[in-house]
């Protein structure tokens, strides 16, 4: 059963540095997804892209996140410069539509970011 | 605004007992609701969604519009029913932003 996938699994860097989030979503799926869980937190939305433009954005994804797809297959998060606050889990997922019942989201495993 | 709410972080019950796993939400337009899981060591994945009325692995979930409830519900837990349930919303006009709730930790003891 195709399944998302991300890398790395965990990522340690430093504060102030740039970290690239990788997800290749579900091979025919439409709509991508960013979200993050702060431990401890609830899961938190970020962003949703759809036909290679961010379709929705939360209060949380400011200028220093960006997303791309930069080939078929690969979905990335960037964050340009890290913040001790930005340690999280990060969770892409991907559906293959955007209404019912073409909307279930299926979820990578997360990379757990650190910032140190 | 929206909001998704399970007032439980732990719920512990022995096997062979009923589960219910509360949840309710905020939302003044017509939400879609959902029930994922994810056991130790797994990924997130979707149980249930409210429209589809259906029963996954014994766990049913009814959406009470005027509690603005949505709790899941199992007659008789099972060992491997242990993990984290999160509650989910998407609003009726988004293409599908998910707003979670907390999330419940279930244990079930032999």
């Known amino acids: 059963e195709p399944e998302v996938t991300q890398t790395p699994s965990h990522q340690v860097t430093q504060m102030g540095q740039e970290v690239i989030l990788r997800c290749v979503p579900i091979?025919?799926?439409?709509?991508f997804y960013w979200y993050r869980q702060i431990l401890g937190q609830k899961v938190e939305f970020l962003v949703s892209?759809?036909?290679?433009?961010?379709?929705?954005k939360s209060e949380i994804f400011d200028d220093q996140f960006s997303v791309e797809r930069p080939d078929g297959s690969n979905f990335t998060l960037k964050i340009r410069s890290t913040k001790l606050e930005d340690s999280a889990m990060y969770f892409c997922?991907?559906?293959?539509?955007?209404?019912?019942?073409?909307?279930?989201?299926?979820f990578g495993p997360g990379t757990r970011l650190t910032v140190l | 605004a929206q909001r998704v709410t399970q007032p439980e972080k732990l719920l512990s019950v022995f096997k062979g007992a009923p589960v219910e796993l509360k949840c309710n939400y905020s939302?003044?337009?017509?939400?879609?609701l959902f029930w994922y899981v994810q056991y130790s060591r797994q990924r997130l994945q979707l149980l249930l969604r409210?429209?589809s009325r259906e029963s996954i692995k014994g766990f049913t979930a009814d959406l009470n519009k005027g509690e603005t409830s949505f709790h899941l519900k199992k007659p008789f837990a099972q060992e491997e029913d242990s993990a984290m349930y999160y509650c989910?919303?998407?609003?009726?006009?988004?293409?599908?932003?998910?707003?979670f709730g907390r999330g419940t930790q279930l244990t079930v003891w032999p």
């Open positions: 997922a991907s559906s293959l539509g955007g209404t019912t019942p073409y909307n279930e989201q299926f």
């Open positions: 091979s025919n799926h439409l709509y």
């Open positions: 892209f759809y036909n290679n433009e961010i379709s929705e």
């Open positions: 939302y003044s337009g017509s939400p879609e």
């Open positions: 409210h429209i």
């Open positions: 989910a919303l998407i609003r009726g006009s988004t293409l599908g932003r998910l707003y």
